[in-house]
Nanobody
């Protein structure tokens, strides 16, 4: 009922930048939180950044000062600007959106398909 389409991943050199986007579509009544998670090979999925409906943000310690999360509420889209990328940022990045389908249908918790970010020289 809710689809997420991610874009913006790729290969970048250490110190470079990438911008991820995630657009949500479907029968969406409202969105609460939008966030980004990542999973590196052999590791558990971890929170990277989250932004609430009011615009409050929270970041993993490892990305503070380098990554910025933002959202375009009119377009149900969340962005992740990643600067000063490091090799340890290499992972599959997943978008997560939590919201309401309708006043009667209840809440949803949807995940994107994942986009690969590789930081390497």
């Amino acid at each position: 009922q809710v689809q997420l389409v991610e874009s913006g991943g790729g290969l970048v050199q250490p110190g470079g930048s990438l911008r991820l986007s995630c657009a949500a579509s479907g029968s969406i009544f409202g969105i609460y939180n939008m966030g980004w998670y990542r999973q590196a090979p052999g590791k558990q999925r971890e929170l990277v950044a989250v932004i609430t409906r009011s615009g409050s943000t929270n970041y993993a310690e490892s990305v503070k000062g380098r990554f910025t999360i933002s959202r375009d509420s009119a377009k149900n889209t969340v962005f992740l600007q990643m600067n000063s990328l490091k090799a340890e940022d290499t992972a599959v990045y997943y978008c997560n959106v939590r919201g309401r389908l309708s006043p009667t249908q209840g809440d949803f918790d949807s995940w994107g398909q994942g986009t690969q970010v590789t930081v390497s020289s």
